[in-house]
Antibody, heavy 120, light 108 residues
Framework: QVQLQESGPGLVKPSQTLSLTCTVS??????????YSWLRQPAGKGLEFIGR???????NYNPSLKNRVTISLDTSKNQFSLRLTSVTAADTAVYYC????????????WGQGILVTVSS | EIVLTQSPGTLSLSPGERATLSCRAS???????SAWYQQKPGQAPRLLIH???SRATGIPDRFSGSGSGADFTLTISRLEPEDFAVYFC?????????FGPGTKVDIK
């Protein structure tokens, strides 16, 4: 049973960098096997795709965030990470990590979500 | 840029009734990328349907998906109490996944 769990600071100051980690259990994390993704959801609003990692050469970032986002894998820790620079209040949201599965395009496995507030 | 519109915004129904949710894309899209999610308050979304019509593992058969081109539909044949939630559709375009604004199914 694959499980994902987000961790990181719940409060980030404007202009600083938001850094979150997703720890995966129930199986090894491997490059070129699944897409490891981050999404977010502002309070009371819909879902926004941030980006996904497949290999170092195959990553997808939302064009609206592309210049500020980096997603990376750490197979030694069975984790993947999100880094979002130069945050503003508009980046306040619940952040989810997610993963797909074989033979489907979508997000089958989700973390529980972590609320990140951008405020001074 | 592909935009997804979901209708209705809110659907008020009673348990046992049939729910029909619509997702319309601003242009023709691939059925392979069409998916539906259910989300309850305080919870992460749950994948119900992928590839427009394939149920995800463990999803009851009262949930079904259909559609092609720019129009996709999620049908819940008989609403159970646990089905009252918000439902999002998903597509892919311009190097990113796109989600509709959601349809809330609430108890009449």
């Amino acid at each position: 049973q694959v499980q994902l769990q987000e961790s990181g600071p719940g409060l980030v100051k404007p202009s600083q960098t938001l850094s979150l980690t997703c720890t995966v259990s129930g199986g090894p994390i491997r490059s070129a096997s699944y897409y490891y993704s981050w999404l977010r959801q502002p309070a009371g609003k819909g879902l926004e795709f941030i980006g996904r990692f497949y290999t170092n050469e195959n990553t997808n970032y939302n064009p609206s965030l592309k210049n500020r986002v980096t997603i990376s894998l750490d197979t030694s820790k069975n984790q993947f990470s999100l880094r979002l620079t130069s945050v503003t209040a508009a980046d306040t949201a619940v952040y989810y990590c997610a993963r797909d599965a074989e033979h489907l395009i979508g997000f089958l496995h989700w973390g529980q979500g972590i609320l990140v507030t951008v405020s001074s | 840029e592909i935009v997804l519109t979901q209708s209705p915004g809110t659907l008020s129904l009673s348990p046992g009734e049939r729910a029909t949710l619509s997702c319309r894309a601003s242009e023709s899209v691939s059925s392979s990328y069409s998916a539906w999610y259910q989300q309850k308050p305080g919870q992460a979304p749950r994948l119900l349907i992928h590839g427009a019509s394939s149920r995800a593992t463990g999803i009851p058969d009262r949930f079904s998906g259909s559609g092609s081109g720019a129009d996709f539909t999620l049908t819940i044949s008989r609403l159970e109490p646990e089905d009252f939630a918000v439902y999002f559709c998903q597509q892919y375009g311009n190097s990113r996944f796109i989600f509709g604004p959601g349809t809330k199914v609430d108890i009449k």
